[in-house]
């Protein structure tokens, strides 16, 4: 089956529609085009498939209502604009959706709901029961409460994350460009890649910013689209303007073929959701032995530790020079493995001959 058909018939699909895409440059909502959009998702779950929208636009909705010129650019007053955008945006969705007799459910969350296993289980089940109630979930991210640092960032990672979170099959981006370009398309004598089938072809394409409404640019769509084929699900990146037919056949815009096999969502949330509390320095035959060979980590080839954790937290694994190389759950607290650094199993006591990380929670990290 090709990329384009897997999407057209996945059973469950994340949409992210960018501010771009319903928001006018005034800093107002813009009904008619939402309205598109809905009845684009609309067909597509009368055909079978489950549907999760995430919506940006909500400081883009708060700008005209509170009598601001332009989009802010300070964080109180762009998490004021949100919770005005917000609440007339959800509004607009709710609205639109009742044309079809179908209720809609407003998810705001943040990165910390995402990083922390119990919050992130949460809005799982959350997700998951409104789905069964034949409720549509438009998920944002909660910008009120956002602090800089827990910011996703951009609502096309939180999109990825979340298709991961609810076990999508596609996940659909929506913006204002047509598909992925070599080159940042307003420049001119860019041309559009139709297919990604791996990081390869993306050597050369040059990622630019985001227009005058949008947050992240191309460079975070790409590296959300990364990050979703890398679980395990593919995604089409397309224009707002062509939702019919990105929703139905799937014939525009440029799509990104997945990673064969899923992810488990355990290695998933290591490697892109958890914070880590800590890190574990190795030497090069531990490194070889854990990225190269997927091997448990022992304490032997642990030479530092740095941070307080305690077993169950997410660390990183660093090399000798200091770079990141993975991910994983360790098993022991810090004060504990503080003794055990160096030390191969049969110098240790009986109850603490167990791996550092076990290889079913480590996650190397992508080239
Ligand atoms: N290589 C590229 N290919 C396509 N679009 C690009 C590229 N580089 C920059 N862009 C710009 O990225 C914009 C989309 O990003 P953004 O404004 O953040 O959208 P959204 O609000 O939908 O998230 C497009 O309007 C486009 O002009
Ligand atoms: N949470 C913000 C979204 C920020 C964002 O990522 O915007 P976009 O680049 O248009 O997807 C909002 O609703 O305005």
Known sequence: MSVRESIASARRIVVKIGSSAITTLEG???LDRLNALVDACEARMRAGSDVVVVSSGAVGAGISPLGLKKRPQDLATKQA????GQ???????????????RVVGQVLLTADDIARRAQHRNAQRTL????????VAVVNENDTVATTELRFGDNDRLAALVAHLVGADALVLLSDVDGLYDGDPRK???TIIREVAGPDDLDGVVAGTGGALGTGGMASKLSAARLAADSGVPVLLAAAADADSALSTAAVGTVFAARPGRMSARKFWVRHAADTNGSLQLDDGAVAAVVGKRRSLLAAGITRIEGRFYGGDVVDIIDKDGAKVARGVVAFDSSELSAMLGRS???????????????DDLVAHLR
């Open 87 to 101: 609440l007339a945006m959800a509004q607009a969705w709710s609205t639109s959706f009742a044309r079809h007799n």
């Open 128 to 135: 998951d029961r409104l789905r069964s109630l034949r409720a």
């Open 81 to 84: 604009a949100a919770s005005v």
């Open 28 to 30: 107002g909502l813009e």
């Open 188 to 190: 001119g004598g860019a």
């Open 345 to 359: 199993s049969t110098d240790l006591p009986a109850e603490l001959r167990r791996p550092v990380i076990h290889a």
